[in-house]
Structures are given as C-alpha cells and as structure tokens.
C-alpha cells in the first residue's frame, strides 16, 4: 500500500519543472522522507506510552488520596471518642471528690449511707472504663496507619513529579517544534 502510494506520489507529483533533475535527489529526497516518517512513528509511540504511564500513575494518586483521606477521617473519628472519654473521666473524678466532701461534711447517717452508695458506684465507674486506655491504643494505631498512607501518598506524587520531569527533559532534547 506505501510503496504503491509513493509510486502515484512520484509519477503525479513530479512536475515538468523538476523533470530536469538528476534522479538521485528524488532518492535522497525519498529516504529522508520515509526516515522522518519513522521518526515520527517512533515519537509517537514513545509518547503513547509515556500518556498510558501518565494516567495509571493519577489513577493511584487519586486512590491513595482517597485512602489518605479515610484514614484521616478515622484518625479524627478516634480522637473525638477519645476526648469525649477523657472527659467523661473527668467528669466522674469531680463528682467523686464532690461526694467525698459531701460525705465528711454529712452528719445524717441515712445521708452518708447513700453518699457512700453513690461514691462506690463513680468509683466502680472509673475502675471499668478501661475504654480510655482502648481510644489511646486506637489513635496511635490510626495515627501510625494515617502515616504510612500518606507516605504512600507521596512516593506516588514523588513519581509523578520525576515522570514529568523527565518528560520535561524528552521535550528539550528534541528541540523546538518544526511548523
């Protein structure tokens, strides 16, 4: 098919003008032709790959960030719950130093039976909530895992960057865009 198109190319193309001239420049011609149409060919090629690398490498950008993303969403989700349960200790230790006051102070026996009931009671409370202890184990384990994704994060962003970089450098070593 080429080689029956650069035959029509040649017979229909050659004016009368050029008949003149030796039929070994029309050779040069010819290669020099057929040689940038495999450059071309080959740039081409080159370059669809160098897109395919491109966009499967954003594709994992975008997937990361939405992991990173997770990740920090669990991170805060763990601390809220972990501030929300510090708090609520907080809260029970002042109420029982409230009722241990309220108790030296009561002189009603039904009184410091009950404020005795209820100071066991708080007491109890802060002995079982080991849940404190189970937020803070939670967050270092969502904070180190937040860590590694965003580590994984910025290697995919750090090959980003060398791809386009060394795109970059392709476009230069070609030189300025013939028109």
């Known amino acids: 098919m080429r080689q029956t198109f650069l035959l029509i190319l040649l017979v229909a193309g050659i004016p009368s003008a050029t008949l003149g001239q030796a039929p070994a420049s029309d050779a040069q ?35 990361q960030q939405a992991v990173v993303t997770r990740a920090s ?5 763990v601390r809220s719950k972990l501030a929300d349960a510090q708090n609520h200790q907080k809260d029970v230790r002042t109420n029982l130093k409230r009722l241990e006051d309220a ?7 039904e009184q410091q039976k009950e404020l005795r009931d ?7 409370e802060l002995e079982e909530s080991t849940y404190v202890e189970q937020y803070q184990s939670a967050e270092a384990d969502a904070d180190q895992q937040l860590r590694i994704e965003q580590d994984k994060l910025n ?8 791809l386009a970089g060394d795109l970059d450098k392709t476009d230069e070593q070609r030189g300025p865009v013939a028109h």
């Open 29 to 63: 011609t010819l290669r020099a032709l057929l040689t940038e149409v495999r450059e071309l060919r080959r740039d081409l090629r080159a370059s669809l790959a160098r897109i395919q690398v491109v966009q499967i490498l954003l594709s994992r950008v975008q997937t």
């Open 73 to 77: 969403d669990r991170l805060n989700d």
């Open 103 to 109: 108790l030296g102070a009561e002189q009603n026996p």
């Open 118 to 124: 209820r100071i066991n009671l708080a007491k109890s």
């Open 155 to 162: 290697a995919l962003e750090a090959q980003l960057d060398d």
